[in-house]
């Protein structure tokens, strides 16, 4: 069976930085779009960014200027670099393939995704 699994979540103080992964059994991320999505508490699912299959990348509007989408294929890994953590940010994060722009990460009619990492940023 396919899976996506992220790591690297975790709490920080404002400030402080963070590189999620996206690691898959199953699925080759040079033949797949892989996006990563935040949901904090209260609010909808929000798609930051998306590397594509050829490696562009596309970031989406609620992508903070402060965070980079990249890829280790030798690892078949994305990553989420995240610099200048603020508690805004607090939140838990996704990576999925073919994920759409659901409403709710947790409920999702498309695509593979993972469990989630949580991000917590105190002030």
């Known amino acids: 069976a396919v899976q996506l699994v992220e790591s690297g979540g975790g709490s920080v103080q404002a400030g402080g930085s963070l590189r999620l992964s996206c690691t898959s059994s199953?699925?080759?991320?040079?033949?797949?779009?892989i996006g990563w999505y935040r949901q904090a508490p209260g609010r909808r699912c929000d798609l930051l960014s998306t590397i594509l299959q050829d490696g562009r990348r596309e970031d989406m509007f609620p992508m903070p200027a402060r965070f980079t989408i990249s890829r280790d294929l030798a690892k078949n890994t994305v990553y989420l670099q995240m610099n200048n953590l603020q508690p805004g940010d607090t939140a838990v994060y996704y990576c999925?393939?073919?994920?759409?722009?659901?409403?709710?990460?947790?409920?999702?009619?498309?695509?593979?995704w993972g469990r989630g990492t949580q991000v917590t940023v105190s002030s």
């Open positions: 199953g699925l080759a991320f040079d033949e797949t779009d």
């Open positions: 999925a393939a073919g994920g759409g722009w659901p409403d709710d990460c947790t409920k999702t009619p498309y695509g593979q």
